[in-house]
């Protein structure tokens, strides 16, 4: 089985701009969550949506949402850009959902926001 | 917020040797899991154990809860130079909000 992708792998944005960050999860996984790792606050978990409907979410503005399409796959999208969303992101997929069952991770998106 | 936090920050040991690296947490969990990550690329699960489980092997890896006092341990056995990489514990509190993982031990392996 292919594994997780995430697209693009590298984003340069500038402040006040907005970015969207794609993830495929591995085929017959109904879960996929977001985290957001920095060197300060190390990794966070932005949110999780299975079957479409997100399922859990973290402690971040509303400036950071998220979608699933019926195929699986998931938008990440931040508005209004700052300094420091610059970070690595990643998702993950699993199965069932983040409780019970083995993440598998992608290789993260790394968004420098200038 | 962190609730796995990780001892020790980070760690290096000669190849052949055994790690063990510590987790601590603050709430009641349903299970803790570990991950290794690759100089700043995706993590790669390596275990989970539930909240009622004491131990756990999986090859060169033993991991231990001790839910009474909050903690597990991460123990690699004859360790190798392809095991240098930062491992992170995750709990999963039963909320909304999804895992919670530690700031990592970064563990160098000195060939």
């Known amino acids: 089985k292919a594994g997780v992708t995430q697209t693009p792998r590298y984003l340069i944005k500038t402040r006040g701009q907005q970015v969207t960050l794609s993830c495929s999860p591995i085929s017959g996984h109904r879960s996929v969550s977001w985290y957001q790792q920095t060197p300060g606050q190390g990794l966070q978990f932005l949110f999780e949506y299975f079957s479409e409907t997100q399922r859990n979410k973290g402690n971040f503005p509303g400036r950071f949402s998220g979608r699933q399409f019926s195929n699986s796959r998931s938008e990440m999208n931040v508005s209004t850009l700052e300094l420091g969303d610059s970070a690595l992101y990643l998702c993950?997929?699993?199965?069932?959902?983040?409780?019970?069952?083995?993440?598998?991770f992608g290789p993260g998106t790394r968004l420098t926001v200038l | 917020s962190q609730q796995g936090e990780e001892d020790p920050q980070a760690l290096s040991i000669q190849e052949g040797e055994n790690a063990t690296m510590n987790c601590s947490y603050k709430t009641s969990i349903n299970n803790l899991q570990w991950y290794r990550q690759n100089s700043g690329r995706g993590l790669v699960h390596l275990i989970l154990i539930r909240s009622n489980e004491r131990e756990k092997h999986s090859g060169r890896l033993r991991v231990t809860l001790d839910t009474s006092k909050k903690s597990s341990s991460l123990l690699i056995t004859a360790s190798r130079a392809a095991d240098t990489a930062s491992y992170f514990c995750?709990?999963?509190?039963?909320?909304?909000?999804?895992?919670?993982f530690g700031k990592g031990t970064h563990l160098i392996i000195q060939p």
């Open positions: 995750a709990t999963d509190g039963g909320g909304a909000d999804g895992l919670t």
């Open positions: 993950a997929s699993t199965s069932d959902g983040i409780r019970t069952d083995t993440q598998y």
